[in-house]
């Protein structure tokens, strides 16, 4: 088999085949290219989700008409102006683009410099240049791409539906959007407006909080925290939501080195560690984040599409992130993401009053009074627009029992488990936050408390989840041992072989919490003191959790996060259990010492510990503003 050199069609379609994956691959180079060429506007418009047509138009420097023809050929930039790969100003500097954008496309560049008279473009039709000619163009830059892939079927048939091909472009824009402020974005779909982003003029760090609050929602905002850190060739800026404001994916974590959107490992790992123990397993949070670094710090050319980055100091970007989302974090507070407002919260799960046995008319549905979408939908413009009917409740005679109704009282405290609080002592009252005074507790599992505007609910075990966690925490930085208890009959726990060495490899962390265990026969340990903070405690089970968690660590959990993980699952494990009953001073207690508790809005799963429900929207439930 002879060795040849392959036609240069050939190797740009080998080229395509790793900048260019799909329609959005193409909407970002051109995107980028119009951003390096000075742009302050640009607009995509999309046909067959950009399959059938798509063209990106921008009003940057233009293109000189002689510079059009090498402008695609392969390896021609104009964003080197010197040989040194370590000092990239630019988003694109390989030349990649175009070239592999037109081998498998039909492309036609229109461009006019600023104070030319005349625009002109050119033509490339699966790699096979066309002349340059005279066209009408304002001032700036348009290319079109028609028919992409058609040159390899088998790229487009793993190409997606038209709409989710769609959703992938508004996406990509979205993110380059998020890191350029100061230009204004349009997208059409099938000739109509699907996204609209406006400039925002004035300093950097405004504009870029106006166009995450376009971009990621007003919602994200409010549940969100600024994140600011610096270093001498590294500064951290963005915003990261509350713990308790979360995602099922991690596509809503939007990350950039330098202006470039990126989704690099190293990022997402310490943005996954800086959350550890305040987020529920599997959950991701929301997140604008961005890094600008020195060029010589970072290489951008380490993959194709230049998703990934690769930094010369992993520990110092990784640390100084981490860094930054705790201390925002714990600036924060005891603040709790308050996503549910009351008429999502009753959107959830709402019976119909005729499904409750309070006879209302058939006609009539309560339940859709709650149905409307709390995004598009306020409770005043519902109350307005929709007058609810009146409810004609049927008078229902009500059987006494035989013994008189003092009778029923004790039956209905423990069927609703209801315990109405005593008054509070004076002390009580004068120590009074944020939180409010314990009024009740509901089914022995959650405090209902009361400020001046709100009613506040509160998960006893969650809460005091997170308040014991703390308390070890602190201890555990201030090198105090846990005070413990010893056992009258030390408990034997009978685990795997690995599941034995991995629990004893960390006995020293476990013993300054409180809990002293030794290896005992082959397979198992014994515990001779628990911590007494924790009070009886179901040892057994504690031991076999904490051998399944340390199993599952690898070399990529810091010994900070194997100890908070160690200290989430022990305070888990002692805390205040859902059904126990506590009176009204413990609840108060509780909720004062979550006062006090850093990260005390959400447990050590990420789950919130309270939900407050203002006055104002019971009061519109009602109809009574």
């Known amino acids: 088999m002879n060795i040849r050199v392959l036609p240069s069609n050939l190797v740009n379609q080998i080229a395509a085949g790793e900048v260019i994956e799909r329609p959005a691959s193409v909407i970002k180079e051109l995107v980028e290219n119009a951003i390096d060429a000075g742009a302050t506007k640009i607009e995509v418009a999309l046909f067959g989700g950009g399959k059938t047509l798509l063209s990106v138009s921008d009003n940057g420097c233009g293109i000189a008409p002689e510079e059009l023809p090498v402008a695609v050929e392969r390896h021609a930039t104009s964003k080197l102006p010197t040989d040194n790969l370590f000092d990239i100003n630019f988003l694109g500097f390989r030349g990649e683009a175009l070239p592999s954008i ?153 990350l950039f080195v330098n202006n470039r959107p990126v989704r690099d490992k190293l990022i997402l790992g310490a943005i996954k560690g800086a959350y550890l123990g305040m987020m529920e397993s599997g959950r991701y949070p929301v997140c604008a984040v961005f890094i600008q670094i020195e060029p010589m710090y970072v290489d951008v050319n380490v993959h194709p599409t230049k998703a990934e980055v690769r930094f010369y100091d992993n520990g110092m970007v990784r640390g100084l992130l981490v860094g930054a989302i705790r201390n925002a974090l714990n600036f924060a507070g005891q603040r709790s993401a308050q996503t549910d407002s009351f008429e999502q919260l009753l959107a959830q799960n709402v019976e119909p009053l005729n499904s409750v046995g309070l006879g209302v008319d058939d006609s009539y549905d309560v339940s859709e009074m709650f149905r409307a979408q709390p995004q598009t939908r306020s409770y005043n413009g519902m109350l307005k627009e929709q007058r609810l009917a009146p409810i004609h409740i049927q008078p229902t005679p009500i059987k006494y029992p035989k013994h008189g109704r003092t009778a029923d009282i004790p039956n209905l405290e423990h069927k609703y488990s209801v315990r109405v609080a005593e008054e509070p002592l004076p002390q009580t009252v004068a120590e009074v936050g944020e939180l409010g005074l314990a009024k009740a507790q509901f089914h022995n599992t959650y405090i209902i408390s009361q400020t001046e505007d709100s009613i506040v609910i509160i998960d006893q075990h969650a809460a005091h989840e997170r308040i014991t966690m703390e308390k070890m925490k602190q201890s555990m930085v201030k090198h105090e041992r846990q005070p413990s208890q010893m056992l009258l009959i030390p408990e034997v726990v009978d685990l795997s072989l690995s599941e034995k060495e991995g629990v004893l490899e960390y006995s020293k962390q476990l013993a300054s919490l409180g809990l002293v265990l030794e290896a005992f026969g082959t397979t198992a340990v014994i515990v001779r003191e628990t911590p007494a903070i924790l009070g009886d405690i179901d040892v057994k089970a504690l031991i076999k959790d904490l051998a399944a968690q340390i199993a599952e660590w690898d070399n990529a959990y810091a010994l900070e996060d194997k100890i908070h993980h160690l200290c989430a699952t022990v305070a888990c494990h002692g805390s205040v259990r859902a059904g126990r009953a506590l009176n009204i001073e413990e609840m108060n207690h509780l909720l004062r010492e979550m006062e006090r508790t850093s990260h005390s809005g959400q447990c050590n799963h990420g789950r919130p510990t309270y939900i407050k429900i203002k006055l104002e929207d019971i009061e519109k439930l009602f109809d009574r503003r």
């Open 102 to 254: 037109a081998s498998v496309s039909k492309m036609t560049i229109f461009s006019r410099q600023k104070g030319a008279e005349s625009g002109w473009q050119i033509s490339v039709n699966g790699g096979e240049k066309g002349e340059v000619k005279p066209a009408a163009q304002p001032e700036g830059t348009r290319i079109e791409v028609r028919d992409l892939f058609y040159t390899t079927p088998a790229r487009l048939k793993f190409l997606k539906s038209e709409s989710a091909e769609t959703g992938q472009c508004v996406d990509m824009l979205q993110r380059i959007a998020l890191a350029n402020p100061h230009i204004s974005f349009t997208l059409y779909n099938e000739g109509k407006k699907k996204l609209v982003l406006n400039a925002y003029q004035g300093e950097l760090f405004g504009a870029r909080q106006q166009r995450i609050r376009d971009v990621l929602g007003a919602e994200f905002t409010e549940n969100s925290v600024e994140i600011a850190a610096e270093s001498e060739f590294c500064k951290i800026s963005g915003m990261v939501s509350l713990p308790t404001y979360h995602k099922a994916n991690s596509l809503s974590e939007f």
